[in-house]
């Protein structure tokens, strides 16, 4: 969803009855944005009801304990845990609203089974057939459910999660652009440059370099 976490320290340890901000941002690739962030609403309140949402809280605690007494690896540990505090935040919201575009499209039987082979396997040779199949409906009725909860037709999803999938290996990898465009589902790397291309307005040789 994003990369570069970075966060706030608090002050010293309050009192029983004050309130303590923790604070945590992303810096997010506008192209690289998941449909589930632009799903969100602009504002999540938990309520911070005692015996509720165990892990949540736990992670909130050690996150805390952290920023207020550093010690060896706190470079590594709050990352992990600002990681981890957002994955329990969205589990927690999801579970308590009734989903939306890409989450409804997951939490459906029919559409998430798609999702998930798109998700598993982005170099296979995706059919609207092939992925009604993995939904177990045929093609017309597959395809009009999937773009009634996504907002958007099924292979325009598989090129949007092709793309995210390369961006990252270029980033994060040394694979060659032959490699990559492979792995994606595309039979050579000037096709693939090409479609790069169009999704994030360079080339991938360049978007690796910069």
């Known amino acids: 969803m994003g990369d570069l976490p970075s966060y706030a320290s608090v002050g010293e340890t ?3 009855d004050a309130t303590v901000t923790l604070c945590g941002a992303y810096e997010l690739d506008p ?8 799903d969100l609403p ?4 938990i309520p911070a009801q005692w015996g509720r949402h165990p892990h949540l809280r736990a992670t909130v605690d050690l996150l805390a304990a952290e920023l207020t007494g550093p010690g060896p690896g706190s470079d590594a540990l709050i990352p992990a845990l600002l ?4 994955v329990y935040l969205l589990r927690t919201w999801l579970a308590g609203e009734h989903p939306v575009g890409w989450a409804a499209g997951l939490a459906d039987p029919v559409t998430g089974a798609a999702l998930r082979a798109m998700h598993r396997e982005p170099g296979r040779e995706w059919t609207v057939a092939a992925l009604a199949a993995e939904g177990g409906l045929s ?3 597959f395809a009009r459910r999937f773009a009634d909860l996504l907002g958007q037709p099924p292979m325009t999803y598989l090129t949007w999660w092709r793309m995210t999938v390369a961006a990252g290996l270029l980033r994060r990898t040394d694979t060659t ?3 990559i465009a492979r792995q994606v589902g595309y039979a050579s790397e000037f096709a693939f440059a090409a479609a790069f291309k169009r999704r994030f307005g360079v080339a991938p040789g360049r978007y690796r370099r910069h």
Not at 31 to 38: A, D, F, Q, S
Not at 42 to 45: F, P, V
């Open 83 to 86: 990681d981890t505090m957002l």
């Open 177 to 179: 652009l032959d490699g």
């Open 139 to 141: 093609r017309a009725p």
């Open 31 to 38: 192209h690289l944005v998941h449909p589930l962030i632009r």
């Open 42 to 45: 602009d504002l999540i309140h």
């Open 14 to 16: 309050a009192a029983p």
